[in-house]
């Protein structure tokens, strides 16, 4: 199962021709469609048996626990038919929000640790003061680990870019992008952006601190004004925002701060730390982050 996620991820790219002009885009790419119909029966073969397992026991004295199948087993949606009408979901929509789920709510996690951890890494004052800060919070809120993540987040987004049809006209500097075009928005140009950010290839978490020029900065874009002071957004804005963020976050800080408070990290010796990026459906470190992690021990 991991395999066929991880290889569905990394050709998941290829295959965004199909979001407009499918019949067009079927016939031009035909081999592409080909594996991408190939990738969703594997997913089927392996997630649906899971599937009807679970509703099968459901109601039953083992199942203790909700799980993510659950609501969607649960969960009752608008007919297309007779939006009055509701309908449950069909085993593709369930195929479907499952592989999404495994993917956008592990995987972008997974990277931004790996990032965070290696930068961390290569900057031992930065660690060492991280690990000093949360001993001192003692489980309560770390203002200086919500700073490094952010920063890793400003740094590092897990996903490249996002695409959005425009809902209105509008005019980009000079140029005039009409109703419905599509539009792609890198996310990482926006977090390097050097007119916004001072030494933006730096990775300097002191900038989310009071004082910093990052102070302030939200995840999360409201209005016009607010749009027009957007300085970094990881998990795109406006109506069709990630709505795993909250959830991304929680994970993110509470992995790190165990990992930081359990463990020092330093580089392997004679090893050096490849910090190239391949940019797939995630952005993740080309050569996987290699450390030693030394358990720290407990002071009685």
Known sequence: MRAAQQEFLRILPSFRVFATFRKVARLLYHDRWKQLVHSRRRQEEMYLPLIRA???????????TTSYVDTLLDLEVPDEGDPRERRKLSDGEMVGLVSEYLGAATGTVLALLEWTLVNLVLRPGIQSRLRRELGA???????????????????????????????????????????????????????RDGKIWTSPEEFIPDRFMPGGEGEGVRLTVGGSKEAAKVMMMPFGAGRRICPGMGYAMLHIEYFLANLITAFEWHPVEGEAVDLRAEHGFFTTMLRPLRARAVPRVKQA
């Open 54 to 64: 679970r509703q099968e026991r459901r109601g039953t004295a083992t199942a203790t």
């Open 137 to 191: 919070a003692s489980g309560g809120a770390c203002a200086y680990l919500r700073a490094v993540v952010m920063e890793s987040l400003r740094r590092h987004p897990p996903v490249p870019s996002v695409q959005r049809h425009m809902s209105r006209d509008v005019v980009v500097g000079s140029t005039p992008v009409t109703r419905g075009t599509l539009v792609n928005f890198s996310l990482e140009d926006i977090g």
